[in-house]
């Protein structure tokens, strides 16, 4: 029996990658998102595929009640959760702060900072009783630096490299590994959803140069959740060959 993992926001991207390649590599699957048609599919391409029972929770991550009643169900189903990977999140907006949309920065917050939160207390509780576990957060170069007009998202994703370091330090002495994985630019939905779904606006911030694709970050979270018990990484930032620091892209 392989180790149960949840991801979050497995409807699509990063997320989605990562459950077709854990899965592949023998992992069971907890699988979350709002899109539910979404994670219908996966779960029927997965269970078909690698013949695995996938169990999917579909809620919003926003909301805690909702939250709660459907972490619930795990419990009901006598399943656990070895390996979290806090994976949903979004940017809403791309706007000096002065023009910034108060509704945008509440998504983003609610999302990206409390929505994580209210898995993480539930999972590390019953990881704490049980004496290990491993809770892989994703952030990104935006929780590194800070760049122009990218202010709320960036100041929750430095939020998700500060609640990275207080998981650890808190679930250390219960043998818990707490992992940050930072993505430079991935073409996922990200640049779609942050640009309100205008594609043409979408597609060019990853023209002219070469990506990273949502595999190349599951290929990153595979490592980190197989090392030996005794290794743990810490911090992992993966940027796309053709991009140095968070702006500084070669282009042709
Ligand atoms: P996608 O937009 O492709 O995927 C985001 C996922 O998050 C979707 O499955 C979505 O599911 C889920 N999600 C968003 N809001 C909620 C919510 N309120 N409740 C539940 N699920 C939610 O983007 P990525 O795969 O790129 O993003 C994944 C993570 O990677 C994010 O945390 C992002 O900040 C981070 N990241 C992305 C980078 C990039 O360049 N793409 C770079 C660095 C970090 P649904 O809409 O169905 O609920
Ligand atoms: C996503 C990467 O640079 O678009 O976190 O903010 S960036």
Redesign the pocket.
């Known amino acids: 029996m392989g180790k149960t993992v949840l991801i ?9 990658a990562t459950a077709l390649l854990l899965s592949e590599n023998g992992y069971n699957l907890i699988l ?4 539910n048609d ?1 994670l219908a599919g996966l779960k029927s391409e997965i269970e078909s595929k690698y013949k695995k029972t996938v169990l999917i929770l579909n ?4 909301n805690r009640e909702e939250t709660e009643i459907a972490l619930q169900k795990i419990k009901d189903l006598n399943m656990d959760v070895d390996i979290l990977i806090n ?5 809403a907006g791309l706007n000096d702060i002065n023009d910034g949309l108060a509704d945008d920065w509440e998504r983003m917050i609610d ?2 900072i409390k ?1 994580l939160l209210y898995i993480s207390r539930i999972i590390s509780q019953w990881m704490v009783k049980k004496g290990r576990g491993h809770i892989i957060n ?5 929780g590194k630096e800070t760049y122009p007009m990218g202010n709320v998202y960036c100041a929750t ?1 430095h939020a998700v490299q500060s609640l990275t370091k207080g998981m650890r330090l808190d679930l250390l002495k219960h043998g818990i590994k707490v992992t940050s994985v ?12 942050r640009f309100n779904w205008d594609r043409e606006r979408a597609e060019k911030v990853y023209s002219g140069f070469t990506p ?1 694709y ?1 595999n190349d970050i599951a290929d990153t979270i595979l490592f980190v959740i197989s090392r030996p018990d005794h290794v743990n990484i810490d911090d992992i930032l993966v940027m796309p060959a053709a991009q140095a620091y968070s702006r500084d892209f070669n282009r042709k």
Do not use: M, Q
């Open positions: 979050t926001g497995a409807t699509s991207g990063i997320g989605k979350t998102g709002r899109r979404r809620f919003d991550i926003r994976n949903a999140g979004l940017a999302t990206n929505g994703i952030s990104s170069i935006a994703k930072c993505p430079g630019a991935v073409e996922t939905e990200f640049s779609l959803v990273l949502a």
